[in-house]
């Protein structure tokens, strides 16, 4: 079967409504057509400055909190990046394959490099994309699940793969962004212009999944909308209305226009009330199987040491042969 292969960053504690309906949920979905590898990456999360304690534990809370989602350790492969030492090996392959025109036009880089700070910024995080393009072609990924601001770096793995492969023949698959249109960007609830992130200016517009529910219900009762009354799907003229309804319908299964009928004549106060309502009762057992994946470290570590075996002995047969292909010599 085709492969899959995704990795999220532990780096904030909590996922966030963006990274599940963006990608956590794509996850899980291709567990069922795919050979599917999805890891933890810490390496790319010391591409910031992290603190040694809360990135240990965020690893771990990052591994439960995917098997919470439906992750399921019989049907994929979940590990943690820095289990599989290959990725740093070809990481630096691929870093030799990269130009530095190429590199400096990745927009992800500027963005966070701005906010950083240009002087703060450390060479890992303007390379990271590239360290990306190694955990993919590591596993010959066919089909990658990504929320909308990755498209570009799987523009530059499918140009770094086809460059190696035209260069010294055929080693990697080219893989595709698995990207579902839909909930390929959840916006911000305060500022609607602006995808949700972690690193948003505002704690308001961000719902992080283990927050308390009471507060995250809070946030969708007094997200922003716009003047005008009529709940209608117009990502252009009403944003805010708009990634609520994506936001409704992902977590329903209800078409939007269908949620456009069911709102004819009602104001915005009982779309956010009914929004609140939803997001609680979804998140509340998620809250419970993350806490019990965490309360169980032996199995979690268990679960992850398999996982890592599992990855390394595919990631090892690329290597080796992107190696050999360079005429770098085999160690006996
Ligand atoms: N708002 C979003 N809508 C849809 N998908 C999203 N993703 C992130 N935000 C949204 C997708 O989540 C996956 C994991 O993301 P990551 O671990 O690479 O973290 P990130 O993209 O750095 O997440 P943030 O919160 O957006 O962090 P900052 O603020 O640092 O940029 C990815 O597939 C991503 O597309």
Not at 253 to 268: H, S
Request: hydrophobic fraction near 40%; proline fraction near 6%.
């Amino acid at each position: 079967s085709p492969r899959a292969l995704s990795g999220i960053q532990p780096t904030a504690g909590s996922f966030h409504l963006g990274n599940y309906l963006g990608a956590i949920r794509q996850y899980v979905a291709l567990q069922e057509t795919h050979d599917a590898f999805y890891m933890v990456v810490d390496l790319h999360a010391i591409t910031v400055p992290q603190d040694p304690v809360e990135l240990r534990a965020n690893t771990r809370l990052a591994a439960a909190q995917l098997l919470a989602a439906g992750l399921d350790p019989e049907r994929c492969t979940l590990f943690i990046q820095s289990h599989v030492p290959e990725h740093a090996q070809l990481g630096w392959v691929m870093n030799c394959m990269t130009g530095f025109g190429e590199a400096s036009r990745m927009t992800q880089f500027k963005d966070k490099s701005a906010k950083q700070g240009a002087d703060r910024a450390t060479v890992g995080l303007f390379t990271y994309p590239i360290l990306q393009v190694a955990d993919i072609l590591l596993y010959q990924a066919d089909a990658v699940p990504v929320g909308e601001d990755q498209r570009q770096h799987i523009e530059l793995t499918r140009d770094l793969a086809e460059r190696f492969n035209t260069r010294y023949g055929p080693t990697f698959t080219i893989p595709a962004p698995h990207i579902v249109r839909e909930v390929a960007k959840i916006y911000d609830l305060q500022d609607p212009s602006a995808k949700m992130s972690k690193s948003a200016a505002s704690p308001k517009g961000l719902v992080n999944l283990l927050d308390d529910p009471k507060v995250s219900a809070k946030k969708f009762r007094s997200a922003v909308t716009d003047t005008d009354t009529v709940i209608r799907y117009d990502e252009k003229e009403k944003p805010g209305v708009s990634n609520l309804l994506t936001i409704h319908s992902a977590l329903t299964g209800t078409g939007i226009p269908e949620l456009e009928e069911r709102y004819e004549g009602k104001g915005y106060g009982a779309l956010k009330t009914d929004l609140a309502d939803i997001f609680v009762e979804w998140v509340t057992p998620f809250h419970e199987r993350t806490r019990e994946y965490l309360g169980d470290p032996e199995t979690l570590d268990s679960v992850l040491a398999k996982g890592a075996e599992k990855a390394r002995a595919v990631a090892a047969e690329t290597l080796a042969a992107a190696y050999d292909r360079l005429g770098l010599v085999p160690a006996k």
